[in-house]
């Protein structure tokens, strides 16, 4: 069993179940209300003077059972204390209009606490997905530049996803598309080869489109460098390909190094260029004409997308004979669920609108089934401070990069303000906020009620208290209202893993973290861990043990370290 709650849960909403079955038995309530049994509820009260439990099905059943809420309630509590409650529930009461309320028994509490110790790292993970394999596409930011926040945003949202998904049972991994076929790199190349000639004193134009930013300067500079007698002897057309390759490579390996500083490393970096070279995107239009989902029309090639659920046809072939972004995309798309993958998740900017209609049509009229392709939407991100928005970068030249925020932002801090706002949200990223050592940065927050919990166990080992005082502590006389809220929000955990992996949604466990630690700091405040009791001082210590181990967690899962000092 690792999770204590639902369980517990189960285990009253079969009780509810078999009461209201044996009024209906014994003639107590009308048959008609076995028809809604299915809609039963049980809630988790925000006031934790209501009980870890409640279900309002009483006021539910009322119109079908034709009684009032509270005596339904009354006869299904009656029902259920004959029948006994499981081991876990001590007491069901009926509050306002005919709520049903379950308090439960100590018994919750030692459990979870056991719970989260042995299970340890493994705790708040379960086997939900059954291995399904989900591939997550995030970043994939055209070579020409470095990464800039948006893409930082990204990769936060994308490898904490990453990992919320296999904690949940599911086998995913992680993709970066690296788009160097398309017009965007010969654009590169060119601004390139402009640089280079204006280091050599050549007057060489500038192309109109190219990319101004000082870091094509720095690719110049790096290839002169490293191979200037080389291109000297190339011819313009080979010297031009050179300094192309030469300044792809060199801006792929910074986005690399970018973000393995960010501690995200990806399982696989997809060339599309590789992809062309084998043929599949001629293959598939070649297929899609002979299934009759292409028509020919002003000398294009359209695919008849709107048949298969988007709101227009779409262009796969021009008229001068090159291919749309939407035939490779395609052609890549069906190359992941070709490798293995049952559901694809891409992570993609605001300027994506529209993307996930084209692509599910095209995997639609393949016959993958509808929501094989999730699109989520991540908005834009303005950095702060002072209250004031940055301006851009003078290396990138028209945005702030990736690399200039973790100059000045921790990594810690960096990834745990991207997660902690829905993706679909815009982000006012605040940099003071973000450096600053104090309670009011929630990173800090946390990561600092994990050094608390190490530092009470240094203070326990330095007066004489071993670890083998307290791993079996009677922890049953933790009756304290902040010991209680602490073990409730532990128990949670697991629960909150699994929502925010089939939510997509990295913001709900950064939420969770922060709460746990708020939780954490008032019982450290209301409840002297070490003291002359010494059962009392062996139960709380195995209490902070389990808190310790859930902040660790879930710090874990959104890429931040548990510091053990601060």
């Given at each position: 069993m690792d999770n204590i709650m639902e369980h517990i849960r189960g285990s009253i909403m079969r009780s509810l179940e078999g009461a209201i079955r044996k009024l209906v038995d014994s003639n107590r309530l009308c048959a008609d209300v076995l028809d809604h049994l299915s809609s039963i509820a049980l809630e988790?009260?925000?006031?934790?003077?209501?009980?870890?439990?409640?279900?309002?099905?009483?006021?539910?059943?009322?119109?079908?059972?034709?009684?009032?809420?509270?005596?339904?309630?009354?006869?299904?509590?009656?029902?259920?204390?004959?029948?006994?409650?499981?081991?876990?529930?001590?007491?069901?009461?009926?509050?306002?209009p005919g709520f049903?309320?379950?308090?439960?028994?100590?018994?919750?509490?030692?459990?979870?606490?056991?719970?989260?110790?042995?299970?340890?790292?493994?705790?708040?993970?379960?086997?939900?997905?059954?291995g399904e394999r989900i591939l997550v596409e995030f970043v994939s930011a055209n070579p020409v530049g470095p990464l800039n926040i948006v893409?930082?945003?990204?990769?936060?949202?994308?490898?904490?996803?990453?990992?919320?998904?296999?904690?949940?049972?599911?086998?995913?991994?992680?993709?970066?598309?690296?788009?160097?076929?398309?017009?965007?790199v010969s654009v590169l190349g060119e601004s390139v080869y402009a640089r280079y000639m204006e280091l050599e004193g050549v007057d060489y134009p500038f192309p109109e489109d190219g990319y101004r930013g000082e870091y094509v300067k720095d690719v110049a500079r790096k290839a002169m460098e490293e191979h200037g007698d080389r291109i000297s002897a190339m011819d313009s057309d080979d010297a031009r390909h050179f300094l192309q390759e030469f300044a792809l490579n060199y801006i792929l390996d910074w986005?690399?190094?970018?973000?393995?500083?960010?501690?995200?490393?990806?399982?696989?970096?997809?060339?599309?260029?590789?992809?062309?070279?084998?043929g599949a995107v001629e293959d598939m239009v070649r297929e899609m004409a002979e299934a009759g989902y292409t028509y020919e029309k002003d000398g294009a090639v359209w695919f008849r997308s709107s048949d298969y659920g988007d709101d227009k046809d779409r262009v796969l072939v021009k008229s001068d004979g090159l291919y749309t972004y939407v035939a490779p995309d395609l052609a890549y798309h069906r190359d992941k669920?070709?490798?293995?993958?049952?559901?694809?998740?891409?992570?993609?900017g605001p300027d994506h609108h529209g993307y996930e209609g084209r692509m599910q049509a095209g995997l639609k009229a393949f016959g993958h089934p509808d929501g094989t392709l999730e699109v989520l939407i991540l908005q834009l991100v303005t950095l702060m401070r002072d209250g004031q928005?940055?301006?851009?970068?003078?290396?990138?030249?028209?945005?702030?990069?990736?690399?200039?925020?973790?100059?000045?932002?921790?990594?810690?801090?960096?990834?745990?303000?991207?997660?902690?706002r829905n993706t679909s949200s815009h982000l006012d990223f605040d940099l003071d906020l973000a450096k600053a050592q104090t309670t009011d940065n929630p990173v800090w927050y946390i990561q600092y009620a994990h050094a608390r919990c190490c530092s009470i166990f240094r203070q326990a080992e330095a007066e004489g208290i071993q670890?083998?005082?307290?791993?079996?502590?009677?922890?049953?006389?933790?009756?304290?209202?902040?010991?209680?809220?602490?073990v409730r929000k532990m128990a949670s955990f697991p629960d909150e893993v699994l929502t925010a992996a089939l939510e997509r949604a990295p913001s709900r466990i950064a939420k969770y973290a922060l709460e746990l630690a708020g939780l954490f700091h008032s019982f450290y405040t209301d409840c002297r861990v070490i003291s002359d009791d010494e059962a009392q001082t062996r139960a709380r210590l195995a209490l902070v043990d389990a808190a310790r181990i859930v902040l660790r967690n879930v710090l874990g899962i959104m890429g931040v370290s548990a510091p053990e000092r601060m």
């Open positions: 988790v009260p925000k006031d934790a003077r209501h009980g870890e439990f409640a279900t309002p099905m009483a006021l539910s059943l009322a119109g079908v059972a034709r009684k009032a809420p509270r005596e339904i309630a009354s006869l299904i509590v009656e029902e259920m204390e004959q029948e006994g409650f499981s081991s876990y529930v001590e007491r069901a009461e009926i509050a306002g049903i309320n379950f308090h439960l028994s100590s018994k919750w509490l030692v459990d979870t606490i056991g719970l989260v110790r042995s299970r340890d790292e493994k705790y708040g993970c379960s086997d939900y997905g059954r893409n930082a945003r990204a990769a936060a949202v994308g490898d904490t996803l990453v990992r919320l998904l296999n904690a949940s049972g599911y086998s995913a991994a992680s993709e970066f598309y690296v788009n160097d076929a398309g017009r965007q986005q690399r190094r970018s973000l393995e500083a960010y501690e995200v490393r990806f399982d696989r970096w997809f060339s599309e260029r590789k992809l062309r070279q084998t669920l070709a490798r293995g993958f049952t559901k694809l998740i891409d992570i993609l928005p940055v301006k851009m970068s003078k290396r990138a030249g028209e945005f702030i990069t990736m690399d200039d925020l973790l100059e000045e932002v921790p990594k810690d801090a960096a990834r745990y303000f991207f997660i902690m670890p083998t005082e307290w791993e079996q502590a009677d922890v049953s006389c933790l009756v304290h209202p902040s010991e209680i809220d602490l």
